[in-house]
């Protein structure tokens, strides 16, 4: 599940309006600095909408024109694109919001509309050309599938397979041309760990893995895709966080309001299944009460996220303080602690334990184009955010309107986790897991 509620706004239209965006997209996706060609806009809405226009972010607006029932298209100026860019947009930036219209020429809804962008720090890339409408770079498995739509991930994975071993514990499935918008999402197709709430299972095969592949992370939106930025470690921490039985800890999939919250799993926003951010430190006042005060995210998934992970003992994991009510700087608020042992009394023990389990996971990009295959540039930029996932220092990283400093998946796991995005390994890394 998406880890900041704001993305589902970054994009999406208000839930409650029957007129949306079914997909649309930015053709080419990925533009140079220098560009001065314009840029095509598309979109398919459903509903009564009687207009679509985007309100640029720098001032003026361009209507769209309606070729077809529920089809809209405009030529973006390059400059109107690139407007505003600059290197601490990191290859992404804000266009506009595309604004759908009734026949009043009043919004119904919004969406916020970025495109990629490269730089200088987008280096140049080597591109192989695969039979079956495929392409691949060094980390990015292009699959040009006509007449798709978003549900096509289980078609896609069993292709993807017909190019490469079954050697990748996750795929990380990306739409393009076009995108639709929801939020990233993450599934299991496999569990064999005892310990963490799950039940076993194993659904690989039906994805084309004969038993390697553990879960799948799907990115509708082209620009939330950076291996390097904090969602990607959520996703990927979906696998084993949070299935856990303890009362406490319900209905997750995120923590509640608590120490493990201020981690990168977040916590779980009342009413719903969406996490978010918890920028809170709690800390114990008495046995039954804790002060809550403000502080900036960790970044970096707690002890009891490494724990389920595989990643860190049960001897090296410290008591969590759960809260009750609303978090606010400075007030104390009723509070329970929350031990492994805890967790173990009713989960049992993780099978297998930190010294067995994995620590280093093969991660393999699918990008899925409905409309051609993609672009030298459309490779190089996602090829560029794939390789983000393996740095092993802090990134400067943009997501929508979010911007900061991340901490890729081995520094989220202090160190002890390891992501390798290449489709093609050395075969002494698989046989060291095996």
């Known amino acids: 599940m998406p880890r900041v509620a704001a993305l589902v706004a970054l994009f999406l239209a208000v839930a409650a309006n029957a007129q949306t965006i079914v997909w649309n997209k930015y053709d080419p996706m990925a533009v140079r600095t220098n560009r001065t060609a314009d840029v095509s806009l598309e979109a398919q809405t459903t509903g009564a909408v009687s ?19 529920g089809h809209w298209v405009a030529s973006v100026p390059a400059a109107k694109v ?32 970025f495109i990629q962008v490269l730089d200088d720090r987008v280096p140049s890339i080597t591109i192989r050309t695969l039979g079956g409408n495929a392409r691949a770079t060094t980390r990015i498995l292009n699959l040009f599938r006509p007449a798709l739509d978003a ?76 291996a390097g930025e904090t969602a990607f470690s959520h996703e990927l921490g979906h696998q084993w966080v949070l299935f856990l039985k303890n009362s406490a800890l319900l209905p997750g999939p995120h923590w509640p309001p608590s120490t493990m919250a201020h981690g990168v799993m977040g916590f779980n926003i009342p009413g719903s299944s969406v996490g978010g951010d918890f920028p809170y430190d709690v800390t114990a006042v008495t046995p039954t009460t804790a002060r809550i005060t403000d502080a900036p995210v960790t970044n970096e998934f707690s002890d009891f996220d490494l724990y389920l992970m595989g990643l860190l003992p049960a001897s090296a994991v410290k008591p969590g303080i759960i809260v009750q009510g609303s978090a606010c700087s400075g007030c104390v608020l009723p509070s329970s602690t929350i031990t492994i ?47 983000r996932g393996e740095a092993t220092t802090t990134l400067p990283f943009t997501s929508g309107f979010g911007r900061g400093t991340t901490k890729p998946f081995y520094l989220a796991t202090r160190g002890l986790g390891h992501v390798d995005l290449r489709l093609e390994h050395p075969p002494r890394r698989r046989s060291v897991r095996h």
């Open 51 to 69: 207009g679509m226009r985007l309100d640029y972010a720098n001032g003026g607006s361009l209507a769209l024109t309606q070729n077809s029932p």
């Open 151 to 226: 549900d096509h991930v289980q078609g896609a994975a069993q292709q993807f397979y017909g190019y490469y071993h079954d050697d990748y514990d996750f795929l990380q499935v990306v739409f393009v041309e076009p995108s639709y918008p929801a939020n990233r999402y993450h599934f299991a197709v496999r569990n064999d760990i005892d310990g963490i709430g799950e039940t076993k299972f194993n659904s690989a095969p039906a994805y084309g893995s004969a038993g390697k592949l553990q879960g799948i992370t799907v990115y509708p939106v082209d620009f939330f895709f950076d």
């Open 82 to 113: 690139l407007d505003g860019y600059a290197a601490d947009d990191v290859n992404h930036n804000f266009v506009g919001f595309i604004r759908l219209l009734a026949s009043d020429g009043s919004t119904i809804s919004s969406y916020n509309s």
């Open 341 to 387: 042992n805890d967790v173990i009394a009713v989960n049992g023990p993780r099978v297998p334990d930190a010294v067995a389990a994995p620590k280093f996971f093969d991660v393999a990009v699918v990008v899925i184009s409905r409309d051609r295959l993609l672009t030298d540039d459309e490779m190089a930029i996602l090829e560029y955010f794939a390789a």
